[in-house]
């Protein structure tokens, strides 16, 4: 997958670990960094995605002091930082860092700091609402709290935030999350059904194989990766979850979309 760096994308319909792949090529941690230039650092940077990777250093660090300077980020104006600070605290154990990544999911509210412009070029609020409410279903995937399931859960039917639902749910790792990426198979969109079919394959979930199987005979196209279908994305999680590993590209069927290379 190929994503573009820009705020304004980052909820315009990406799938399946949206940052993950843009932060790969990110420089990790030096080893002599200490916590207070980490916080220095994640203050100072203005790229979202960046900010994320920086927010990951500090938990890595496990240094619960942080918080203390991190504080006034919970209320930041941009919900895009003001969530990465708040997943820091989550990873930390810190219970303020959960409610304000749900509060972000469930603001639907007019009143925010608008990034986002529609195709006329003006300042779009409700593109600035769907996009802040997708990045925070995404850093639940990233705090793996299973707390979250049930609030993502009915969202797989939330046109604004769906896309990213399955990659969270799978990202938490609760098997509770199993009958309703089931029942997403049966979404009316080709793109939802073959982000559930790789949830489902991440969810080691071979109850999903019955209804895998119905899927092979589906040849409907998907509009990222490889533009594969929802037949080949089923073949592999198939093969995958019995225990017999299938190559796409061995097979002659084109890129699988749940392979992200």
Known sequence: ?????????????????????????????????????LVEQFKSTGV?????????KIVALHDNSVLHDLQPWLSNDDM?????????FASLGDERGFQVIKAILEDHSSKRTVFAFGSAGHPNVSEQIRQDRYYAAYLFGEVKDSRAVPILVPLLK???????????L???GDKSAIPPLIETLGDDSP??????????????????????SVLLNDDARIHFDGLGSVATAARVAIS????????????????CACDPH
């Open 170 to 172: 799978a990202e938490i």
């Open 240 to 255: 995958n979850l019995s225990g017999q590993p299938y190559s796409c590209r061995l097979a002659g069927k084109g890129e």
């Open 80 to 88: 895009h930082s003001r969530g990465n600070a708040a997943y820091i």
């Open 1 to 37: 997958m190929r994503y573009p760096d820009s705020r304004a994308t980052v909820s315009t319909l990406i799938p399946i670990a949206l940052l993950s792949l843009c932060l790969a090529g990110v420089a990790r941690t030096h080893p002599n960094q200490s916590a207070a230039e």
């Open 48 to 56: 979202f995605w960046k900010q994320f990777e920086v927010a990951k």
């Open 158 to 168: 939330d046109k604004e935030v769906n896309w990213v639902v399955p990659s969270s």
């Open 191 to 212: 793109d939802m059904r073959v982000i559930a079919i790789c949830a489902l394959e991440k969810l080691n979930a071979t109850e999903a194989l019955p209804r895998l």
